[in-house]
């Protein structure tokens, strides 16, 4: 989670068009680690979803797969990311979410490429799952656009848990980007067994993350 938290900051810090691709992407190395090493499933918290599902190739109707890989070079992937930037920020300010934050995840899950997939059925420029988008009623597979939306409102959900429950805002940070990818309801677990066992169930890192972990291997 440190590379997460530390790429965010940056990025937050240094909201330039140039900066959030270049900055963001040693997020995947963490991104990586919680969502297929862990391998917990982004919807735990969901009531009456099946995690077996069809996986939909997304966007059939758009860009030819050749063209978006992750071979690109930077200068095609700034030109991506500038002509999502206001769909990210319109969705941002409708479900009060930094962008910045919005734009860290999709070039370290993505790098912008709207027709991606992985291996565990996340879809589309925010890899997200498609129970997640019918849980807040968007077809993530409809268009780059929703599923920004539902990645914008997932962060903005994860949000409404962790806010009351993180004081401190950087540790806040690090219990969102972590659910965004392993589920809330495994962080929560993960926070009670921290707590029952003698350890802060407000800090990540030596605390929560030990027993997300040590949960993942059960």
Do not use: C
């Not at 009060?96 to 027709?115: F, G, Q, T």
């Not at 597979?141 to 409102?153: E, F, L, Q, R, V």
């Amino acid at each position: 989670m440190k590379y997460v938290f530390r790429r965010y900051i940056i990025i937050k810090n240094k909201p330039s068009l140039m900066n959030p691709a270049g900055s963001a992407l040693s997020i995947l190395f963490s991104m990586i680690m919680i969502y297929f090493i862990i391998g917990l499933p982004q919807t735990d918290s969901f009531a009456n979803i099946s995690p077996a599902i069809k996986r939909p190739r997304p966007y059939k109707a758009g860009i030819a797969d050749a063209r978006y890989t992750n071979e690109k070079p930077d200068a095609w992937i700034r030109r991506e990311e500038s002509s999502f930037y206001p769909i990210i920020h319109k969705a941002a300010d409708k479900h009060d979410v930094d962008p910045a934050l919005i734009k860290a995840i999709i070039m370290a899950e993505s790098r912008y490429n709207p027709m991606a997939t992985s291996e565990k059925g996340a879809i589309g420029l925010m890899q997200i799952m498609p129970e997640t988008g019918k849980h807040f009623g968007i077809d993530i597979t409809s268009s780059p656009g929703d599923n920004i939306k539902a990645g914008a409102k997932y962060i903005s959900w994860l949000h409404s848990i962790f806010d009351a429950k993180i004081p401190d805002e950087k540790e806040r940070m690090r219990f969102i980007l972590a659910s965004y990818n392993a589920g809330p309801g495994h962080i929560l677990d993960a926070m009670r067994l921290a707590e029952k066992n003698g350890m802060n169930p407000l800090i990540w890192e030596d605390n929560v993350a030990v027993w997300l972990q040590k949960k993942s291997e059960e």
